[in-house]
């Protein structure tokens, strides 16, 4: 019996080994993606034309096409012409061009036009000049000035720093004025930095280099005063909604009502643990609460989709956390709940479409696990709640105007993109594509795989792993683990990595992802328990995936590697000072160091000030842990980060430094919170030769270094 098993798992070792002798490795080209390897490009999809055509653009000609959803049958697409009209700035003046016709100017100043704006009706385009909110007729080229008392600490119409890293958003390049749907109307915000401390960021370029000189708040300063304004489109006086600018609080984004009666005003306290809603009458300025919503922790003020109105002019839809697990709401105008719309131990994402004569909504959520994206529908009464795609895979979804039909662009970690056409229903219809090449099973490469990793109070961390090719159980890896680490910021997710993984599984480098207990992935629930704390469930979990990691015979537990940018940075350096005695090397972007020295939205949120947390802010920075430092810590900082200043680097390795400390530093002059252009392939190789100095001891290969 033992002499036949000998012969089976020998004969079994023999077959394995021999297949994967005549399988090809990826090369270099192909691992970078420079070169066709594991997939195959799929058209792109641009949406619906009609519940009976999807539009696509081929990769082969690079041309748009409407199909036929059950012919297949492709014709030209040209977007209607309304679709085509676009506002821009050029040489610092306003344009609009229809379609392919020749662009006409609008402005004609020194001074440069901002965030230009086309109006609902398209007879306006708004913008902002030296912080000033402005609007031109499109037909007769009158300009319109809405407001005049704008200075280099006033702006109207223009975000405040703080707003627009945190609250309004990165996308909106500093707007804040909104159209109202009738375009008689424009809301606005004007910003007071008066009493905002100025942060100076010092550029190195020219003989006497220069300052940008920026109002940011950090943890505990003064935040800029608020108003919210509204001016009708041919000018007149402002009126200002009825808040208080001196009161410590915040305002989220505005939301218009269907006819423009009204804006829906988003209100939070400095706290950020009280959130109301105001409908404000542009006419008057009078506000009249319609929401009220307090929680223990924080409310997420920046929350993307929170309110969804309804067309009916009576209901809107809601977005919560309220219970611990982000769900959907039904609520009249004024403020009266009618009924929850989803429950449960699950995290809703965002509404994809609203079918008001079926009263069905069809939204995306994470239910069947928390690391994969589903579609679903549900009548607004809660009922009848139906999972719309299949399997084991996480979907991308483009549902069809009338919601007859979706297509889903789906994978999985093991699975490369498929794409499919469903009904409303869930009723498979027929596949639309394949991304994995013809030659996918000639290659043997890493493998990534989904797993969980336990902890002793009973969570299992997610955590996507990707194995050296032609794993070998019996060797001991050096392991990458790449993390972020944020509040309600998990990066693991069950789909395909593609083949930037490829080169270092090739190498013999363990990969591996991980997210902590507050990531998101145990929803607001587990979130919360970051509260007053940051940096501290964080690292027991990561100290935990090292551990278990350690634990493998086939790790290296002398070369364990953590890396991560901006909050990943963070964790980074806090991995290396106080979870030193588990990680062996850092590799750390734009780290924040010290939680005082970041703006004070954000921080506040989640540490309350430094004058009400002393101790949080104390446990949660890096520069507490500085005498426990060992291995080998390499950080990376642009000079001109205005989001993490370069002051949270200095001050630690001012610290490290006095400690004699060994680590290592790189500064990439002119980069702000992130580098790229001509610094990338410089930042590039230094990652590398980091990677195979510490972790595999040997030199870098020559066809890199080209």
Known sequence: MKKTLFLSLTMSLFLVTHTQAQLKKLSQQQTFGTAASLTQPMSTLNGWRDDAHYIEVDPKDNRMYAVDIKSGARTA??????????VFVK??????QYGKEEPKQLTSNSA?????????????????????????????GQEIRYTTDATDVIYNGWSSWVYYEEILGRPTNYRAFWWSP???????????????????????????????????????????????????????????????????????TPYWSFDGSSLMVQWMNRGQDNLKFYAVDPLSGAKKEIYDEKQSSWIDLSYYGRIEYLKDKKHYILKSDKTGWAHFYLYTLDGKLVNPITSGKWQVTNIMQIDE??????????????????????????KNLKRLTFGDYSHQVQLSPGSKYFITTYSNVG??????????????????????????????????????????DGYQLPATITYPTNFDPARKYPVVMSIYGGPNAGTVSNTWKGTGNQWWANEGIIQIAVDHRASGQ?????????????GHWELIDYTTAAKWLKAQPWVDNHKLLITGHSYGGYMTCLALTKGADVFDFGYAGAPVTSWELYDSHYTERFMD???????????????????????????????????????????????????NKHFELMIYPGGRHGWAGIKTPHDRMERIRFYYQNLLNKPVPAELLK
Not at 91 to 96: A, E, G, Q, S
Not at 522 to 534: D, T
């Open 77 to 86: 697409y040209t977007p209607p012409p309304v679709s085509n009209v676009n």
């Open 91 to 96: 040489d610092k003046d306003v344009y609009i």
């Open 112 to 140: 440069e036009e901002k965030n230009p704006t086309l109006s609902p009706d398209g007879k306006y385009v708004a913008f902002t000049r030296n912080n000033d909110l402005y609007a031109v007729n499109v037909a007769n």
């Open 182 to 252: 009738d375009s008689k109307k424009l809301a606005f915000m004007r910003f007071d930095d008066t009493k905002v401390p100025m942060f100076p960021i010092n550029g190195s370029t020219g003989q006497h280099g220069y300052v940008e000189k920026t109002r940011y708040p950090k943890a505990g300063d003064p935040n800029p005063e608020v108003r919210v304004g509204f001016v009708p489109v041919t000018g007149g006086q402002v009126t200002w909604a009825d808040f208080n600018e001196k009161d410590d609080q915040y305002f989220g």
């Open 357 to 382: 004569k079926n009263k069905v909504i069809y939204f995306t959520a994470r239910k069947e696990a928390s690391t994969r994206s589903d579609f679903y529908r549900v009548d607004y009464t809660g």
């Open 415 to 456: 699975t490369p993109p498929q794409r499919a056409l469903l009904d409303n229903t869930g009723k498979f219809i027929k596949s639309l594509g394949d991304s994995k090449s013809a030659d996918f099973d000639q290659y043997v490469f890493g493998k990534t795989e989904m797993i969980t990793i336990p902890t002793e």
């Open 522 to 534: 145990f929803g607001k629930a587990g979130v919360a328990l970051m509260h007053r704390q940051l």
């Open 609 to 659: 000030s430094p004058q009400e947390n002393p101790e949080g802010y104390k446990n949660g920075s890096v520069l507490t842990y500085v005498d426990n430092y060992k291995g080998l810590l390499r950080i990376m900082h642009g000079d001109m980060d205005d989001n993490v200043h370069l002051q949270n680097t200095i001050q630690l390795i001012d610290k490290l430094q006095n400690a």
